[in-house]
């Protein structure tokens, strides 16, 4: 299993890889950020 953090400042474009990364079995979405300072911020638990 793949942890993965999406970060993308696009609103659409961070959507559609949330969602197709949610597709694949092999990989598990622990969140999504607008910027990687957000992402810093709240890191997955």
């Known amino acids: ?3 993965t953090l999406v970060v993308e400042d696009a609103p659409l ?3 559609a890889l949330v969602r ?3 597709t694949h079995g092999d990989i598990e979405l622990v969140g999504s950020a607008a ?3 957000e992402g810093w911020r709240s890191p997955p638990s």
């Open 1 to 3: 299993m793949i942890r």
């Open 35 to 37: 910027s990687a300072a």
């Open 20 to 22: 197709l990364l949610g």
């Open 13 to 15: 474009a961070r959507e």
